[in-house]
């Protein structure tokens, strides 16, 4: 048994395009909101937790421009869109060690201001030791996640419209939210007469792209009893990471059969004990297979599920990115694992918005996955209780 770690701060940027903010801005913005909503200031930071994103060199220039100058633990893993499901692991590790007492996490990014596109700012796939044998191979996520989409249809039977239902639920949920990027209501046909993009995927199975980005602050306990945020606990956290085998992927799993049997297993908690899920949303598909690997339906059975209307707020089983998720509202950087800490958070605080807040949080799930799922890729589970 470890100290009891708390998230006592977030905040979500507003923008989804940045102009001329720049990126340290961003971080700058998402920091000092997180800590604004904790009670808490640059002084009470002694741990930082950062990605890629980070401008400058390894997250010290970040902790100088920001201020933080009593810092005695600095982490800058890099794990695509999973790195901040990591860094909340990570944070809790060092907490519970007495490495730092209060940690921030935080990410922002602005891909469309700079007209990266689908890039990750900070990494370099062209020095990849594969890449000689694959460069015929274009790396774009959504030609990888087409594929998976087509293997979990060729075993499963699973239906365009079953996917579909992915986006709808999405859509319902992102109507509520007065940043969401899309807020518009669609139905199945909306999302398959929508333009192919990569089969079986067409343009409303993939996720938006946009600039901005969020921060989480953690604390050991002591500290957080003596805030007025609502309490939630880090119950139980899982990493873990799958390979291409050798050039022969499982594409009908993902890491995160691992990191969430881990998480759950430390939170002492099962599947359907969770009342509210983020989960990560870079294609309509990928939701699907998280579904079936975290165990929230047997394997095959995620398309049914979500066609059966189990993640919309208010209807289903299992609400799930009740602020629309990277498919309608906000995926900063390319990396949308901050956005689903933040909503998890929100709802297990009881600060959803009415229309989609769940009635009883008393546990939830955020889970992300970093690179793609047809190839190498880390995720990263965080169960949180509501106290």
Known sequence: MRPATYVVGIHEHPTRRAG?????ELHADVTLGALADAGLSLADVDGYFCGADAPGLGGSTMAEYLGLNNLRYLDTTESGGSSYLLHLEHAVRAIADG????????????????SVGLGLSGVDNSTVPSQPYTVAVPPIPMLGYGM???????????????LAWVKVAASHHAQHNPQAKLRDVVTVEDVLDSPMVADPLHRLDCCVVTDGGGAVVLAREEIARTLSRPKVRVAGTGSALQTTGAGRPDLLHSAGVRSGATAFAEAGVRPQDIAYASLYDSFTITVIMQLEDLGFCAQGEGGRFAADGNLISG???????TDGGGLCNNHPGNKGGMPKILEAVRQARGEAHPAVQVPDPSYVVAHATGGMMSSVHVAGTAILKAE
């Open 20 to 24: 001329d903010l720049s990126v340290a």
């Open 99 to 114: 490495k730092c007492d209060v940690a921030l996490v935080a990410m922002a990014d602005a891909p469309l201001a700079s």
């Open 148 to 162: 998976v989409a087509r293997r979990h249809m060729h075993e499963y039977g699973t239906t365009p419209e079953q």
């Open 315 to 321: 209807v289903g089983t299992l609400p799930f990115n």
